[in-house]
């Protein structure tokens, strides 16, 4: 089963204040970290959801493409059911 989050890597904050935003892919304990090249500000990330807040710039527009890269990553096929995938994306 693998595991997709997004996560912004506040670890790195460049100097417009901006810090990465990367897909954390963890399957059997093992994980693998992809840069999106999207550079958000702290305040501009909502962590619980995973996603930007709605005050953020492009908020709406940056929310789609994170929903369309998961779906992309998803690749379902005719032998894969939805117990085998799982996504930490939270919609609350």
């Known amino acids: 089963m693998a ?3 997004f996560y912004l890597d506040c670890r790195r904050v460049h100097s ?3 810090s990465p935003l990367v897909i954390v892919l963890t399957h059997q304990f093992q994980r693998r970290f992809f840069n999106l ?6 305040e501009d990330w909502d962590k619980s959801k995973s996603q930007l807040k ?3 710039y492009r ?3 940056l929310n ?3 929903d369309r890269i998961i ?8 032998s894969q059911t939805d117990t085998d995938i799982y996504i930490h994306r939270s919609r609350k």
Request: aromatic share 0%; net charge positive; proline share 3%.
């Open 16 to 18: 417009d204040g901006t």
């Open 71 to 78: 779906a992309l990553g998803l690749g379902h096929s005719e």
């Open 37 to 42: 090249e999207m550079n958000l500000r702290k």
């Open 54 to 56: 709605p005050h953020a």
């Open 3 to 5: 595991k997709i989050k």
């Open 59 to 61: 908020a709406a527009l």
């Open 64 to 66: 789609a493409k994170l």
